[in-house]
């Protein structure tokens, strides 16, 4: 398959939205909308030009229809030392991952989730992933995962194609954001619930750690264009604010996040049958850990670092620990001397641990849950304990 061809067309057409030549090392910025009207027309534009570029490959090849996208529960390929060991990305089984991750990236320039990007290179009419829904998606660390492996295999072998195809993917996270400082699920937009502002999974955590990697200059990123770093500082700053503005009060008090909110009222919102609205903590705990990441975070985010940690503080559950006893699904076994849980979920109204069904029945007693989902979802965690402890570090540092 010709990479190098395909991804120049994709520049020429991502320079034009952004007034830059098009030259494929000359991209250098990137339009950001500046309203919703604005950002669904460039979220139409670049699921067309996904589409379009499928079906011409189809075409090409001779095909009736797309060839199907090889599946598998992850990405099929080690993500941490993908991501992080430059000896491994530039060995012949590392260059390997990278081309088959690099065939995957969509010409919008993301990639796709539960796809196999470790085995095989794409295939000309393949599709770019094994779920339509999420083509491609922030959603189980995709596009994330796969910008810092061509990130890595950048810096360690400084071949182009791959710092090319991570600017394209870091121009697509930048593109992909609300005007209201936000990321939906997926993008190009997919409806339904893929569209809210979606911190499930650690989404947009992923996302604010990568423009905020960009935005402060982190030495494997030297290869970022100082346009594009100027616009991740911008992307960053909105992504801090939207923290701040999507923070759940009640009764006038801060308390932390929900797994996903309204992407106009902002207000949090139910995803799957039984994902229901309420307060996230394992999400809210990983986005409390980011601001705390910060050098002089603004005042307003170290107001929400503080209120968050005292809503986590004041619901511990102690003397529990959440695991398997026989059963197919986890449950809470007595143990004085286990680090203190918390619920997933949490009722906005009646601030009880609450817990959803596929049937989208919401019960405050986990027993009542089916089987299945008790089996198949982790209804505790212990995510907010790293926060505390972490915060009492965070403390000793100089605010401004």
């Known amino acids: 398959m010709n990479i190098r061809q395909p991804l120049t067309a994709v520049f020429a057409s991502l320079a034009l939205l952004a007034g830059c030549s098009g030259d494929i090392n000359a991209v250098e910025s990137v339009k950001v909308a500046g309203n919703m009207k604005e950002y669904r027309a460039l979220s139409e534009h670049f699921y067309q030009l996904d589409q379009k570029a499928l079906q011409a490959e189809v075409q090409q090849a001779g095909l009736k229809k797309p060839l199907d996208a090889p599946a598998t529960k992850r990405f099929g390929f080690d993500a941490q030392r993908a991501t992080s060991n430059a000896e491994f990305i530039a060995s012949v089984e590392g260059r390997h991952i990278a081309d088959v991750v690099l065939s995957f990236q969509t010409p919008s320039g993301g990639w796709s989730k539960r796809t196999d990007m470790g085995s095989a ?236 069904d596929r049937n989208g029945e919401v019960y405050f007693d986990l027993n009542q849950v089916s089987e299945e989902r008790r089996a198949g979802y982790g209804w505790y965690t212990e995510r907010p304990y790293k926060v505390l402890k972490e915060f009492r570090k965070w403390k000793k540092k100089p605010q401004p």
């Open 121 to 356: 290179p794409r295939k000309p009419g393949q599709k770019f992933g094994k779920e339509k829904d999420y083509v491609p998606t922030f959603d189980n660390y995709a596009t994330s995962v796969q910008f810092w492996v061509m990130v890595n295999a950048c810096n360690a072998t400084g071949e182009q194609r791959y710092c090319d195809s991570a600017l394209r993917a870091l121009q697509l996270v930048i593109t992909a954001q609300y005007p209201n400082g936000g990321w939906p699920q997926t993008f190009p937009l997919r409806g339904k619930y893929h569209d809210d502002i979606t911190f499930n999974d650690d989404a947009i955590a992923n996302l604010l750690n990568l423009v905020g990697a960009v935005a402060r200059g982190d030495a494997r990123l030297a290869f970022v264009p100082e346009p594009l770093q100027k616009q991740a500082r911008a992307s960053l700053a909105r992504g801090l604010q939207m923290l701040v503005d999507t923070q759940v009060a009640i009764d006038g008090e801060p308390t932390i996040w929900g797994a996903q909110h309204d992407a106009e009222t902002l207000l949090p919102t139910s995803a799957r049958a039984f994902e229901p609205v309420a307060l996230a903590t394992s999400e809210s705990a990983d986005l409390v850990l980011f601001m705390m990441s910060l050098d002089n975070p603004p005042p307003a985010v170290a107001r929400a670092i503080e209120s968050a940690v005292a809503w986590f503080e004041a619901r511990k559950i102690n003397g529990f620990r959440y695991e398997r006893a026989g059963h197919s699904y986890k449950e809470l076994i007595t143990d004085e001397e286990a680090s203190p849980l918390w619920a997933r979920f949490y009722d906005i109204d009646s601030d009880r641990p609450v817990f959803g």
